[in-house]
């Protein structure tokens, strides 16, 4: 019978345990986390935060009042900094000059259009604007990284070719619409993408091996 990606779910819960994402104190520290770990590790996002913390900066007017120079200082370790100053300047014109920092507003807003508006934000792009629903609103978004791709990939359940769209709609129409297991599975799957499913794949001792394509047939 072929493998579900609720399978897989259960399959890299049952190996991995729970994930408690998404490491931070508040929504903002996540929406703040998501633009910051644009192309950089972990490391350096915490980093970043812990400047921006320390300095009692990680509060949304403050950031939105601080000049992009200074801000593009306080974030420096979390790689091309003045860039990422600038995509937060424009996140916080968004979030506190338009929606007046107001979690509750944008949770009641059509989660659709809430997208779109974030979007159409200069440097937000699809991940990101996925990362900062799902993990800083609780909305039901599935989130897509290179993880999802080389591993959806290798098993065959999308094309090489496949857009972030395809793929974010194969989890979205295969699982329940459910924000918690989207959370849960994401970051299973970046788990699974740093220990095995690297550039180079070991399959050999992974949680998903058995739903290979192959391993699938040799099974049945
Ligand atoms: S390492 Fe191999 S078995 Fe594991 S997810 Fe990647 S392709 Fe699948």
Redesign the pocket.
């Known amino acids: 019978m072929k493998a579900s990606l609720l399978d897989y779910y259960r399959a890299l819960r049952k190996h991995y345990g729970p994930q408690n994402w998404w490491p931070a104190e508040s929504p903002f520290e996540v929406m703040v986390g998501a633009i910051l770990a644009q192309n950089t590790s972990w490391e350096n996002v915490e980093r970043a935060i812990a400047t921006l913390k320390v300095h009692d900066l990680l509060e949304p007017r403050r950031l939105h009042e601080l000049d992009v120079d200074t801000l593009a200082l306080a974030i420096r370790s979390s790689g091309t900094f003045r860039v990422k100053a600038r995509r937060l300047k424009e996140f916080l014109r968004w979030y506190v000059a338009v929606h007046g920092a107001d979690e509750a507003r944008l949770r009641a807003m059509p989660a659709e259009r809430l997208r779109q508006e974030l979007l159409g934000l200069r440097g937000i792009g699809p991940e990101t604007a996925d990362a900062i629903l799902l993990y800083a609103l609780n909305v039901p978004t599935f989130v897509v990284d290179r993880y999802t791709y080389?591993?959806l990939a290798?098993?065959g359940l999308v094309a090489d070719t496949a857009t972030y769209d395809e793929m974010k709609e194969l989890f979205e129409r295969a699982l329940p619409r459910d924000p918690s297991l989207f959370n849960e599975l994401h970051a299973l799957i970046v788990r699974?993408?740093k220990d095995?499913?690297?550039a180079t794949?070991?399959?050999e001792r992974?949680?998903?091996?058995r739903?290979?394509p192959g391993e699938r047939s040799r099974e049945s």
Not at 206 to 209: E, S, V
Request: aromatic share 12%.
């Open positions: 080389r591993m290798r098993h699974v993408g095995y499913c690297r794949a070991r399959c992974c949680p998903l091996r739903y290979l």
